[in-house]
């Protein structure tokens, strides 16, 4: 006897019941019939129980993959996507163990039963993987077995300007293996950021010299520098020399290539060659992703550890100039904003200058006033010429009077920031006090001995490590193995633990700062470790007892926790950078309080200004007499002249704002409080019924001479239309943000699976030609809609992010006519489609991408509109200082009412086309943003004698003046 068998075969109706009436809530129900939600649920429910009962058997098995392949083709058909399926699954692994809740004990099912079951299930949701992604559980284990091999063939570190052939080709030949290919050809890009060089052919031992390649140019490889998908071209054989710029292909008929994006950057490109010429399937184009991401991170952490590598032999080269480095960070630390003359101080102001950071003056004219007399022409003459000049660095030796009246010597040294103008805007200095530098002189030949000795004794990664650390200008600490034992600490990194060095070395971090348990850096410690992936923070807050057992401090440090590994260090821990920016962020913190307190002025100003459209209060808190105008009355609903306590006054405030305004008021009224008063709440008011009104309250309570509170006024502004206008804008912005969202996210899903799932019904040979139709239409359908999000998706930059950007290189404009022509040919081959170009092709500026997305619009928009036995024309001419493209075709004239609304969005040329044909009415929009993009225009004729014309004129310019870097124009 088996308990899950029998219980879902007694239970089959109550259990389909309920699955009908829960899977009503899923999205991916909505709109089906009943039959559809249940579609095949009661025999696979007997195939499960089945298979519980008799075992895996092949009838049975082969029977439950019948009916889980019907239910989710089904799901396909209605746009549903991977996510709804599986939550159907789920949604049935839920309610089965729900039913036998209130069965007896000895009728549930035992941990064996269960297993079974839930077994089907998991195997049911990796069946709808398969369906929707044409991913297959091979596929995933030959992906998972070819990145474990990149991973292992992974280089530690890749120096900047070294040859890299040498632990990047196994690299790139494991990925040609993996996509069975005849070779690829890596190129990453230079310091510049635009060209890229190769540097690594798995045909040639050494890549050819003084190759490379402009990324931002016409070339196949420029192109796939640019696309955020992998870009294929399966002519590589047949490629004109600006395709070809940059590539060796020999015998590759097949190109395949994909960016390489890391932090949202370009590293560079990977490009893969095939012998024969043939189309990539979309599971080879995500097989290419999935690797080129692996060799994106791979090559990134390597570049990033060659970087740390080289940096530290430049700090061990320049060892004095590290020094002086290190000992200006210790010293006082100031920013100067030349706009404002504001001065933000912080380091050890209290011990060179004998004021703590908050004692020091706002404002520039502080520093001055304390400058030596005898010094502060110069000094003062000397940083205001830096300023005014060229050069971004000033430095001077001067005497600054100490808080105690005496003298201090400092060497001040600060690098100026200017903007695109050259105007100075920004200074960052540190005051450093010149005994120092002495006091370091007289014990350099001790130090330099050491420094010998240990680097003998030392001559090890590791070694290396620690003497970087203890001369480096920032915090820095090494933390060993999983428990973060501190293995080495700098005296910065003490000061900033508020610990000796005797009491961290050796000590797991979370025993020399316990307080930091809870606060979650144990977890990102052991996530870095585990992980090997760096963690940077940005101003993480942090509370931290500065001495042992001493109170809790608010802190902020900049954090970074880079993993170190035994083969490149001779450890296995964690590198700790951390910098204190406490007196930083507190400093902001005081700009934005003072900024909400002139706000809070501001804001008292206006409503005095506004008080004839106010109510107005007096309360006098010792008697609890109170006054209430009106106005104020009838905002709230009290009656006209009686007396009212402020209790009743409480009332009609809606429940769940009334204790933040009794909150409000207890704060206004505290001793030794600012006495302000200043909430927004709701009130129905009892004569209105159910209308709710929103009122802003402001006021002040007035304190006796002994602190206690005596009085307390205030005004009362009825913000009801500004809530409303408010909401709507808030309701206008979520819509705008959910249709992006739709667009950019929900839609493709769908789609992807639409036409994923098309693709492999077209593969199937059981196919007849009715049902072949039917999927192929369902495939145009699908291909039509992503057009359309491609529609949306530029109409949205153009309206709402300031136009469409064009990116001019020099172009042959009737080559490009030529091309897209025969395409349209392709699409369309019942047409008949002509062309008039100019014997000597017209050369000029213009963006190569938009200028086809342009024509193509141009031509689908003629094609639609004309009937099928009549031609359609383009035609290609120069006049002087511009080139026209024209687009005819013979269809019905456009309405005259149309005309001057036919670049508008969402407009359509002739209304009751058949469904077929319908889009998102904003092809001619994006062809008029695009026109003027290039500063060029558009007009349209349209008669019934003469047929529709479309003519674009396109500014004509040198190709010489025209080439170079490439711009971003905005459409207006």
Same mark, same amino acid.
């Given at each position: 006897?088996?308990?899950?068998?029998?219980?879902?075969?007694?239970?089959?109706?109550?259990?389909?019941?309920?699955?009908?009436?829960?899977?009503?809530?899923?999205?991916?129900?909505?709109?089906?019939?009943?039959?559809?939600?249940?579609?095949?649920?009661?025999?696979?429910?007997?195939?499960?129980?089945?298979?519980?009962?008799?075992?895996?058997?092949?009838?049975?098995?082969?029977?439950?993959?019948?009916?889980?392949?019907?239910?989710?083709?089904?799901?396909?058909?209605?746009?549903?996507?991977?996510?709804?399926?599986?939550?159907?699954?789920?949604?049935?692994?839920?309610?089965?163990?729900?039913?036998?809740?209130?069965?007896?004990?000895?009728?549930?099912?035992?941990?064996?039963?269960?297993?079974?079951?839930?077994?089907?299930?998991?195997?049911?949701?990796?069946?709808?993987?398969?369906?929707?992604?044409?991913?297959?559980?091979?596929?995933?284990?030959?992906?998972?077995?070819?990145?474990?091999?990149?991973?292992?063939?992974?280089?530690?570190?890749?120096?900047?300007?070294?040859?890299?052939?040498?632990?990047?080709?196994?690299?790139?030949?494991?990925?040609?293996?993996?996509?069975?290919?005849?070779?690829?050809?890596?190129?990453?890009?230079?310091?510049?950021? @635009?060209?890229?060089?190769?540097?690594?052919?798995?045909?040639?031992?050494?890549?050819?010299?003084?190759?490379?390649?402009?990324?931002?140019?016409?070339?196949?490889?420029?192109?796939?520098?640019?696309?955020?998908?992998?870009?294929?071209?399966?002519?590589?054989?047949?490629?004109?020399?600006?395709?070809?710029?940059?590539?060796?292909?020999?015998?590759?008929?097949?190109?395949?290539?994909?960016?390489?994006?890391?932090?949202?950057?370009?590293?560079?490109?990977?490009?893969?060659?095939?012998?024969?010429?043939?189309?990539?399937?979309?599971?080879?184009?995500?097989?290419?992703?999935?690797?080129?991401?692996?060799?994106?991170?791979?090559?990134?952490?390597?570049?990033?550890?060659?970087?740390?590598?080289?940096?530290?032999?430049?700090?061990?080269?320049?060892?004095?100039?590290?020094? *002086?480095?290190?000992?200006?960070?210790?010293?006082?630390?100031?920013?100067?904003?030349?706009?404002?003359?504001?001065?933000?101080?912080? %380091?050890?102001?209290?011990?060179?200058?004998?004021?703590?950071?908050?004692?020091?003056?706002?404002?520039?004219?502080?520093?001055?006033?304390?400058?030596?007399?005898?010094?502060?022409?110069?000094?003062?003459?000397?940083?205001?010429?830096?300023?005014?000049?060229?050069?971004?660095?000033?430095?001077?030796?001067?005497?600054?009077?100490?808080?105690?009246?005496?003298?201090?010597?400092?060497?001040?040294?600060?690098?100026?920031?200017?903007?695109?103008?050259?105007?100075?805007?920004?200074?960052?200095?540190?005051?450093?006090?010149?005994?120092?530098?002495?006091?370091?002189?007289?014990?350099?030949?001790?130090?330099?001995?050491?420094?010998?000795?240990?680097?003998?004794?030392?001559?090890?990664?590791?070694?290396?490590?620690?003497?970087?650390?203890?001369?480096?200008?920032?915090?820095?600490?090494?933390?060993?193995?999983?428990?973060?034992?501190?293995?080495?600490?700098?005296?910065?990194?003490?000061?900033?633990?508020? @610990?000796?060095?005797?009491?961290?070395?050796?000590?797991?971090?979370?025993?020399?700062?316990?307080?930091?348990?809870?606060?979650?850096?144990?977890?990102?410690?052991?996530?870095?470790?585990?992980?090997?992936?760096?963690?940077?923070?940005?101003?993480?807050?942090?509370?931290?007892?500065?001495?042992?057992?001493?109170?809790?401090?608010?802190?902020?440090?900049?954090?970074?926790?880079?993993?170190?590994?035994?083969?490149?260090?001779?450890?296995?821990?964690?590198?700790?950078?951390?910098?204190?920016?406490?007196?930083?962020?507190?400093?902001?913190?005081?700009?934005? %309080?003072?900024?909400?307190?002139?706000?809070?002025?501001?804001?008292?100003?206006?409503?005095?200004?506004?008080?004839?459209?106010?109510?107005?209060?007096?309360?006098?808190?010792?008697?609890?007499?109170?006054?209430?105008?009106?106005?104020?009355?009838?905002?709230?609903?009290?009656?006209?002249?009686?007396?009212?306590?402020?209790?009743?006054?409480?009332?009609?405030?809606?429940?769940?704002?009334?204790?933040?305004?009794?909150?409000?008021?207890?704060?206004?009224?505290?001793?030794?409080?600012?006495?302000?008063?200043?909430?927004?709440?709701?009130?129905?008011?009892?004569?209105?019924?159910?209308?709710?009104?929103?009122?802003?309250?402001?006021?002040?309570?007035?304190?006796?001479?002994?602190?206690?509170?005596?009085?307390?006024?205030?005004?009362?502004?009825?913000?009801?239309?500004?809530?409303?206008?408010?909401?709507?804008?808030?309701?206008?912005?979520?819509?705008?943000?959910?249709?992006?969202?739709?667009?950019?996210?929900?839609?493709?899903?769908?789609?992807?699976?639409?036409?994923?799932?098309?693709?492999?019904?077209?593969?199937?040979?059981?196919?007849?030609?009715?049902?072949?139709?039917?999927?192929?239409?369902?495939?145009?359908?699908?291909?039509?809609?992503?057009?359309?999000?491609?529609?949306?998706?530029?109409?949205?930059?153009?309206? *709402?992010? %300031?136009?469409?950007?064009?990116?001019?290189?020099?172009?042959?404009?009737?080559?490009?006519?030529?091309?897209?022509?025969?395409?349209?040919?392709?699409?369309?081959?019942? @047409?008949?489609?002509?062309?008039?170009?100019?014997?000597?092709?017209?050369?000029?500026?213009?963006?190569?991408?938009?200028?086809?997305?342009?024509?193509?619009?141009?031509?689908?928009?003629?094609?639609?509109?004309?009937?099928?036995?009549?031609?359609?024309?383009?035609?290609?001419?120069?006049?002087?200082?511009?080139?026209?493209?024209?687009?005819?075709?013979?269809?019905?004239?456009?309405?005259?009412?149309?005309?001057?609304?036919?670049?508008?969005?969402?407009?359509?040329?002739?209304?009751?086309?058949?469904?077929?044909?319908?889009?998102?009415?904003?092809?001619?929009?994006?062809?008029?943003?695009?026109?003027?993009?290039?500063?060029?225009?558009?007009?349209?004729?349209?008669? @019934?004698?003469?047929?529709?014309?479309?003519?674009?004129?396109?500014?004509?310019?040198?190709?010489?003046?025209?080439?170079?870097?490439?711009?971003?124009?905005?459409?207006?």
């Amino acid at each position: 006897m088996n308990l899950i068998a029998d219980f879902i075969e007694a239970n089959l109706d109550v259990l389909v019941r309920r699955f009908a009436e829960a899977a009503r809530g899923l999205e991916s129900t909505q709109g089906l019939k009943p039959s559809e939600v249940i579609s095949t649920l009661p025999e696979y429910l007997h195939a499960v129980a089945a298979i519980c009962r008799h075992g895996a058997t092949p009838e049975w098995l082969e029977t439950r993959a019948r009916l889980e392949e019907a239910h989710i083709n089904l799901r396909l058909r209605v746009g549903a996507t991977q996510q709804d399926a599986t939550d159907e699954y789920t949604l049935l692994g839920r309610l089965i163990p729900q039913l036998w809740e209130d069965a007896r004990p000895e009728r549930r099912p035992g941990a064996a039963d269960l297993q079974c079951l839930f077994e089907q299930l998991e195997e049911a949701m990796d069946h709808v993987e398969v369906l929707f992604s044409g991913y297959s559980l091979e596929d995933r284990q030959r992906e998972k077995r070819f990145l474990r091999q990149m991973d292992a063939l992974a280089p530690r570190s890749l120096e900047p300007g070294a040859d890299m052939q040498g632990p990047v080709r196994p690299l790139v030949e494991l990925i040609v293996r993996a996509m069975e290919a005849a070779g690829a050809e890596l190129f990453l890009v230079d310091a510049g950021g @635009r060209r890229m060089v190769p540097v690594a052919h798995t045909q040639h031992p050494v890549p050819p010299p003084g190759r490379w390649v402009d990324s931002q140019g016409p070339s196949f490889l420029g192109r796939v520098a640019r696309s955020e998908e992998p870009l294929a071209l399966t002519q590589a054989r047949d490629l004109e020399d600006a395709a070809r710029e940059g590539l060796h292909v020999p015998g590759w008929g097949t190109l395949l290539g994909l960016r390489l994006w890391p932090h949202g950057e370009l590293m560079g490109v990977l490009c893969v060659g095939f012998a024969e010429a043939r189309p990539v399937p979309p599971r080879t184009r995500r097989f290419l992703e999935t690797l080129v991401d692996t060799l994106s991170g791979i090559l990134d952490r390597a570049l990033l550890m060659g970087q740390l590598k080289e940096t530290a032999t430049r700090l061990e080269v320049s060892e004095s100039r590290y020094r *002086l480095a290190s000992q200006a960070a210790a010293d006082t630390v100031w920013d100067w904003d030349l706009l404002t003359q504001e001065v933000t101080w912080s %380091g050890e102001t209290r011990r060179l200058l004998g004021f703590a950071p908050e004692e020091t003056g706002p404002l520039a004219s502080w520093w001055v006033e304390r400058i030596h007399p005898e010094d502060r022409e110069r000094v003062e003459h000397g940083i205001h010429a830096a300023i005014r000049g060229t050069q971004a660095r000033w430095q001077d030796e001067y005497r600054f009077i100490h808080r105690q009246g005496g003298a201090v010597r400092v060497l001040d040294t600060g690098v100026i920031l200017r903007d695109a103008t050259g105007r100075g805007v920004r200074m960052v200095g540190a005051m450093q006090d010149v005994t120092l530098q002495r006091e370091e002189e007289c014990g350099r030949a001790r130090l330099l001995l050491e420094a010998r000795t240990a680097r003998v004794q030392a001559d090890t990664a590791l070694g290396h490590l620690h003497r970087l650390l203890q001369q480096a200008p920032v915090a820095l600490a090494i933390l060993r193995g999983p428990e973060h034992v501190v293995e080495l600490a700098n005296e910065r990194v003490c000061q900033l633990w508020g @610990r000796a060095s005797a009491q961290v070395l050796g000590r797991p971090l979370l025993h020399v700062l316990p307080e930091v348990k809870e606060q979650g850096i144990r977890e990102l410690l052991d996530g870095v470790l585990t992980t090997g992936i760096p963690y940077v923070g940005q101003e993480l807050h942090i509370r931290l007892a500065r001495a042992p057992g001493g109170a809790l401090e608010d802190a902020y440090f900049n954090l970074v926790y880079q993993p170190l590994h035994p083969d490149e260090v001779g450890i296995q821990g964690i590198l700790v950078v951390a910098s204190d920016v406490t007196e930083a962020v507190r400093a902001r913190q005081r700009a934005e %309080g003072l900024a909400g307190t002139l706000q809070a002025s501001e804001e008292r100003l206006r409503l005095a200004l506004d008080a004839a459209d106010m109510g107005s209060w007096d309360i006098e808190l010792a008697t609890g007499r109170t006054t209430w105008d009106a106005r104020f009355r009838a905002m709230v609903g009290l009656p006209e002249r009686a007396e009212v306590a402020l209790d009743e006054v409480m009332r009609p405030v809606l429940d769940e704002d009334r204790p933040r305004v009794e909150h409000a008021m207890a704060e206004a009224a505290r001793p030794g409080g600012s006495g302000e008063f200043a909430s927004e709440f709701r009130v129905r008011r009892p004569q209105d019924g159910q209308p709710v009104r929103w009122i802003s309250g402001r006021g002040h309570v007035h304190f006796g001479p002994d602190g206690q509170p005596v009085r307390f006024v205030g005004t009362g502004l009825d913000v009801t239309e500004r809530k409303l206008a408010e909401e709507t804008a808030r309701q206008r912005a979520e819509f705008e943000q959910y249709l992006m969202g739709i667009v950019s996210h929900d839609l493709r899903n769908p789609l992807s699976a639409i036409i994923l799932g098309t693709s492999s019904l077209l593969r199937r040979e059981e196919l007849n030609e009715r049902a072949t139709k039917a999927v192929l239409r369902i495939q145009s359908s699908a291909e039509r809609a992503v057009r359309m999000i491609r529609d949306l998706l530029d109409f949205t930059q153009a309206r *709402l992010g %300031g136009g469409l950007p064009i990116q001019c290189q020099d172009l042959e404009l009737g080559a490009l006519v030529r091309q897209v022509v025969d395409e349209a040919r392709m699409t369309a081959p019942e @047409r008949d489609l002509q062309v008039s170009l100019p014997q000597a092709g017209p050369r000029g500026c213009w963006d190569p991408d938009r200028v086809t997305q342009l024509l193509i619009n141009l031509l689908g928009n003629a094609l639609k509109y004309s009937p099928e036995d009549t031609p359609v024309t383009v035609r290609l001419r120069e006049v002087p200082g511009s080139v026209l493209l024209e687009v005819h075709n013979d269809g019905e004239p456009i309405p005259a009412d149309v005309l001057p609304r036919i670049f508008q969005p969402m407009q359509r040329g002739a209304p009751g086309m058949d469904a077929a044909t319908r889009s998102v009415g904003l092809g001619l929009y994006i062809v008029r943003t695009i026109v003027q993009a290039h500063g060029g225009t558009i007009d349209v004729t349209s008669t @019934r004698e003469a047929g529709t014309t479309f003519t674009v004129r396109l500014p004509h310019a040198e190709a010489k003046q025209a080439a170079g870097a490439p711009v971003g124009l905005s459409a207006p």
